[in-house]
Every structure is written in C-alpha cells, then in structure tokens.
C-alpha cells in the first residue's frame, strides 16, 4: 500500500502513471426511434406469419379429420353411453338386415324443431348396418304435398320398399311410448321400441307374406297379451278369430290355429274339425291351463297324439321361483323351438298343467319333448301328492301325405282343335304338428315383469316355426324409467366421460394456475 516511489538516474524521484486501458470502445451510431420500431414490426411479423400460418394447417387437419370421422358409421363415431344401451343393435337385426336383398328407404316425417334426436340417431345406425337402406328426411310444413303423399303426419318414420311396393308408417309415439303417472300425474316416458319396429318394419316391407294366424273363441279361451300380439304384428304375422261351431271349422286361409287356456270343453265335432285339419298338414298350439270344467274331449285329442293330461297342479321341489308351484322348468334344446336356447335360458311357469307321454292312436306321430320338470315335480290333487318327472311343453308331430292334382293339356295329333285335360295325382309328403304349452308362459304379468326370461321367444319360435319365411322378430322394447344409485356397464362408461374426466382437467388446470401464481 506504500510502496517505494521509482527514482531515475539523476535521482529523481518520477510520477507514478496509470496502466493503460486495453478495453476497446466501439463508436456505434445510436439506432433511431424509426428503426426501432422498423425491427420490432418486422419480428412480429414474420413470428404473427409463422403463428398464422401454422394455425391454418392446425384448422385445415382438423376439417380434413372432421370430414373422415363423419364418414364413418355412427356407432363407430359415437359411443352408447345410455343406461339401457337404447341404440346398441341386437344380433336378430343385425343376422336380418345382412339377410336384405330389396333396397329400402326410410323417411324421416317431422319438423326439425320436434324430432327427437334419439329417433334420429337409431335411423342413422341402421343406415350403416346395410347398404340397402337409406334415410331421408321431410319437413311436413315446408313440403306439405311430399308428406300427404307419403300418407304420413308429422312425426312419423316411414318405411318403404320400391320394390315390393309395400310401406309402413310408425309413428313417433309407438316408438316412445308413455305412461300416466300417479306421482305427477302426468304422461312419462315409458319404453323405447325403436329397434322392435324398424327392424319389423324393414323385414315386412322387404318380404312381404300373407300368413294368417287363428285364435279360437267359444270355450271361455283367454285373448293372447298385448306383449304377444305386438311380437306377432312385428313378425309380420295377421291374427283373427274363428268359433269352430258356428262358422263351421276352420277356415280355409287358416296357417295357424291356436286355442289358448279354453275354460269349457271342445264337443266331438271340433275336435275331429282339427284332426281333419292336421291331416292336410295344419298347425296347432293349444295353450293349456288350470279349470274347474271337465274337459274330457279335449284330453283325448291331446292322448290321440301321446299326451296323457293329468288333473291336478304341478310343483316342483327342486326348481322353483318363490313357491313350489312357480316352476323353472328343464328345456330340452334339441326341438325346433329351442334350438337357439341355451342351458342358461329361463322360463318361468305357475299353475302349470302336467301330462305323462303315452303311445298316440294317430299313425305316424312323433313325440318331442320340449320341457319338463326335475325328478323332484309332484302333481298335487285333494287326495295327495305323487312324486314324478312330468312333462310341461311337447311337440307332437304328424307325417302326412296330401293328394295334389295336377291338370295338363293334350293335343289330338290328328286335330288340332281339340284338346283334353288330364288330372294327375301326386302325393307330397307333409308335416302337421300339434305343440301343447301352459297357458301362463304368454302370460303378460310374467313377461313384463322379468324382461331376462325366455317365455315369450319360445312361444313365438312355436309360432315362426310354422313358416319357412318368416322369422321370429321378437325384440323387447328397452325401458326408459328411471334408475337410482345403480351405475352398471355404459352408466360407468358415462360418469367416467361426463364426470371424472372433466373434473380431472379442471384440477389440473387448477393446480397448474396456482403453481405459476406463487412463481410471480
């Protein structure tokens, strides 16, 4: 810090000097207010360039993605997230409309501020199932002579095929259909049959058939249910009535007759009518119930074809719903009416009536049985219980041959204005059937109140089964009430998308926003 001062030759002390400064000071000239602004807007132009650009190329992959996805078909683009999975399709509509050979259209009649969505979406989905269907839609206010020769009102689907001529009109409210409430008193939704009616619709429309279904009347017979008739117009099957004494026997277009839970006797007449009948090679399901008449004639046409009937109630000790009588019966699968049915096919029946096989007096009858109970059934009478296996449903069918005529034309080689006729026989060989069933399988307060089990598809296979063209469009409709506290299969699928994954980004988002508030 004090150091010695540096002395010349003369002795004299010299000034002590400071170190050079090798720092290099550049002369830049002082850029303008102009060019700065010059620079600065040329930066953002070409970052606001840039910025644009890409958001154009963003937005141009997006309407291309758009467009791609909208080409696919809905239920590829569009999860089902309903409780009821109201537009997932069933494997009966998806087996027929792979089957459809005639092109089919389906018009849309509503305004657009009425269509339910749900109708819409439903009529999309059966749009990409087959290439032989279309959907067009019609606004009755702004093209009122398109609807009027459509013969629809507003808030219709019709159906039709060009190519059989053939159309049918469904109306918004068959497909929603409603109840009364006695809460608010006032009509809630209550079912969604879209799937039931389209499919129907589509199949009658497509292949027409003329078959024609009689129940009997005259014996205190019950009318079939609503759940029964309603499965037999979707197969495209007509239904009328027939007093066998009164119009005297069966009529003529008669394809099918059914005689259920009859409280009185047939007389001798009518039973020997549906003998005659199943000679030609008529079909017949009797439908047999609990009475409190003798019904002597009808047990022996049910014996002439190897079904003993016996008197009394029929319980099951092993295989039984509530009470012994509430019976789930075994099914045997190999029938043509349960041959699509499994082992974990359910069938519930009360009351059931129970008949033993015996040898059959009709010549060429064969016996199926279709189901029966465990070894563990009883019949129950006044006098007491006996223990057996008894059988609940059988098919019993008849080899028969009908005489057909033929006429052909002959020509005399010698004249050439005369003509013969000759008739020739031909035997074809048929088969008439006669299957028996209770009469509380079609029962409505069973069907409708357990939608898992299997009563009404076996009683419709005994009914389509008598037809080669005609199939078994026997598809519930889902209900729309409501359930609480219960989230199962498309339910989860729904709290997961409309719930937890919004929350989920909301809370990250939260989070990231207070992350970056503490940083400032």
Known sequence: ???????????????????????????????????????????????????????????????VVNMLVGLLPTSTRMLDLTSNSLFEIGDTTKTAMEELSEDVTLT???????????????????????????????????????????????????????????????LFSEIITHTY????????????????????????????????????????????????????????????????????????????????????????????????????????IILLAQTENDQPNLNALLAAYGMQRQNGYIADAERYYSNGYDIFPEIYTGTSITADMTSDSLILLYNAVGMLETDPTVENVTLSTVMQTS????????????????????????????????????????????????????????????CVLPASLIDDSIIGQFSNLSNQDLFMNAVTANFDDVSNISIPAKSLSTSYNLITGAGAWGMLFIAIIPLGVLGVGLAHWLRRRRRV
Do not use: W
């Not at 702004?142 to 629809?152: F, I, N, R, S, V």
């Not at 019993?396 to 204005?417: L, Y």
């Open 108 to 170: 849309i009649v509503s305004q657009p501020d009425s269509l339910d969505t749900r109708i819409q979406r439903l009529v999309d989905e059966y749009a990409s199932l087959s290439s032989h269907i279309s959907v067009e839609t019609v606004d009755p206010v702004l093209h009122p002579a398109e609807a009027q020769e459509l013969g629809a009102e507003d808030g219709t689907v019709v159906v039709s095929c060009e190519a059989t001529g053939e159309s049918r009109n469904i």
């Open 1 to 63: 810090m004090f150091g010695r001062k540096k002395q010349n030759e003369a002795g004299q002390t010299e000034p002590q000097t400071k170190p050079q400064d090798r720092r290099i000071h550049l002369s830049l000239p002082r850029p303008s207010g102009a060019a700065i602004k010059q620079s600065l807007h040329a930066a953002g132009f070409r970052h606001g360039s840039y910025s644009a650009g890409m958001t154009a190329i963003v937005l141009a992959i997006l309407i």
């Open 181 to 284: 409430s006695m809460y608010s008193y006032e009509a809630v939704e209550d079912s969604f049959d879209g799937e039931g009616q389209l499919t129907a619709a589509i199949v009658s429309v497509s292949a027409p058939t003329d078959h024609v279904i009689y129940t009997t009347e005259g014996h205190g017979e019950q009318s079939l249910g609503s759940s029964i008739q309603d499965a037999i117009d979707k197969a495209n099957l007509s239904t009328d009535t027939v007093n066998l004494v009164v119009d005297g026997g069966i009529p003529e277009d008669c394809d099918l007759l059914v005689i259920n839970a009859p409280q009185k006797d047939l007389d001798a007449t009518e039973t020997q009518a549906i003998k005659d009948y199943m000679a030609k090679g008529g079909n017949v």
């Open 375 to 434: 070894t563990n059934g009883y019949l129950v009478t006044n006098e007491g219980q006996t223990q057996g296996q008894y059988l609940l449903g059988a098919i019993a069918q008849q080899e028969v041959t009908a005489e057909s005529g033929e006429t052909t034309e002959t020509t005399d080689e010698t004249s050439t204005d005369e003509t013969t006729e000759e008739t020739t026989e031909e035997a074809e060989t048929l088969t008439a059937t006669m």
